[in-house]
């Protein structure tokens, strides 16, 4: 596979989103087969993991450990801290003594000596963006950490932490069903030299076609509360997976890989991490990265997709109150 760059930061140019495999989208995945999905990854060419501490939590970042240790000094590893006790439902915590408790404990569950990617997952109002960056800096320093990251960060906030060490990367939301980012963020990133890692590139599956009104979700999966994903928006919404399917089937790829496709022709330092349980699926994905989409392509899914307008909040009130800050 293709490498990127995110900042001074060489990555394949499609990551593994992790979060999937223990957290979030149903049940988790048997250990054995998450390790093996991991590592199938890593043989087709991905160098790119994505985790977190709350992902679990902590269970995730010990299967990515365990799946990647044979091969760690070939692969970069993205982690994350913010939340109390590592459970997003019990409130943002960046104190600096929080980041180095967290950095610590990350480090053994994933079973390394440093961090390559260390991310703020969410901005904590209560605590200043300096001193923030100033505790990553320290813990660059010590050897700990290797890069900077931020996740759903606002424009100023980005800015004041860069400021006070480079930042190496933005990983947020962005795919053909959230573009929100094109406004102010990329635009910030690309003065910056900020790399950018889009999560979710899929839609949270829903661009993959996958998705309609009848179905189901798990109890534990938080599409069931996502406003965007209720009954009535799949149904209205399917216009915008209508429209990628035309263009999937003249172009003889998958509504997936034109989605991530797409996301790799907008920018060269935009590296998304779809992530899935599913070895068709990891498989589909990569073979995203070797759709060449023309200009003339990209002109005819900005025709057919500008004018759709997505229906739904993309997260529920008390969530969307932690992001874009």
Known sequence: MQKRKLGNLEVSALGLGCMGLSFG??????????????????????????????????????VVGEALAPFRGEVVIATKFGFKGGVPANGLDSRPENIRLVTDASLKRLNTDFIDLLYQHRVDPNVPIEDVAGTVKELIAEGKVRHFGMSEAGAKAIRQAHAVQPVTALQSEYSLWWREPEQQILPTLDELGI??????????GFLTGTI??????????????????????????????????????????????????????????????????????????????????????????????????????????????????
Do not use: C
């Open 25 to 62: 989208l149903g049940p988790a995945t048997d250990k054995e087969q998450a390790i093996k999905l991991i590592r199938a990854a890593y043989e087709d060419g991905v160098t790119f993991f994505d985790t977190a501490e709350a992902y679990g939590p902590f269970l995730n970042e010990e």
């Open 195 to 204: 790399g950018f890692v889009p999560f979710s590139p899929l839609g949270k």
């Open 212 to 325: 309609n009104e009848s179905t189901t979700f798990d109890s534990s999966d938080l599409r069931k509360i996502v406003p965007r994903f209720s009954e009535e928006n799949r149904k209205a919404n399917r216009q915008l997976v209508d429209a990628l399917g035309t263009i999937a089937s003249e172009k003889g790829v998958t509504r997936a890989q034109i989605a991530l496709a797409w996301l790799l022709a907008q920018k060269p330092w935009i590296v998304p991490i779809p992530g899935t349980t599913k070895l068709h699926r990891l498989q589909e994905n990569i073979g995203a990265a070797a759709v060449e989409l023309t200009p003339a392509d990209l002109d005819t899914i900005e025709t057919a997709m500008g004018n759709i307008e997505v229906q739904g909040a993309r997260y529920p009130q008390h969530f969307q109150q932690m992001v874009n800050r």
